[in-house]
């Protein structure tokens, strides 16, 4: 059973940054698309950034490019997206994602418990 476990929320002044990582048990991070999403309450959750298995090709969010860097060590397992510049409309709560296909453009198939980014003004 492929299980995803996010570190690295917490709150920060607006204009600091956070560095998120995502580890995978019960799989290899070689064999998916890794990516994250977030959600605030009321609103849908949003596609925020992802990396092809490869690590040689990412997409991001229009709201997070330029400030927001998505990578992955397939050797380590692991992947991380460092947030700069945040903003406190980047609160959310943030989850990993991954799937064997390429995403945005599909749901992903697996999803951790989420962590929270709070950002204050």
């Known amino acids: 059973q492929v299980q995803l476990v996010e570190s690295g929320g917490g709150l920060v002044q607006a204009g600091g940054s956070l560095r998120l990582a995502c580890t995978i048990t019960?799989?290899?991070?070689?064999?998916?698309?890794m990516g994250w999403f977030r959600q605030v309450p009321g609103k849908e959750r949003e596609f925020v950034a992802s990396v092809i298995r490869s690590g040689g090709l990412t997409s991001y969010a229009s709201a997070v490019k330029g400030r927001f860097n998505i990578s992955r060590d397939n050797a380590e397992n692991s992947m991380w997206m460092q947030m700069d510049s945040l903003k406190p409309e980047d609160t959310a709560v943030y989850y990993c994602?991954?799937?064997?296909?390429?995403?945005?453009?599909?749901?992903?198939?697996?999803w951790g418990q989420g962590t929270q980014v709070t950002v204050s003004s």
């Open positions: 994602a991954a799937d064997s296909g390429w995403f945005p453009g599909l749901t992903p198939s697996f």
């Open positions: 019960g799989g290899t991070v070689s064999s998916y698309t």
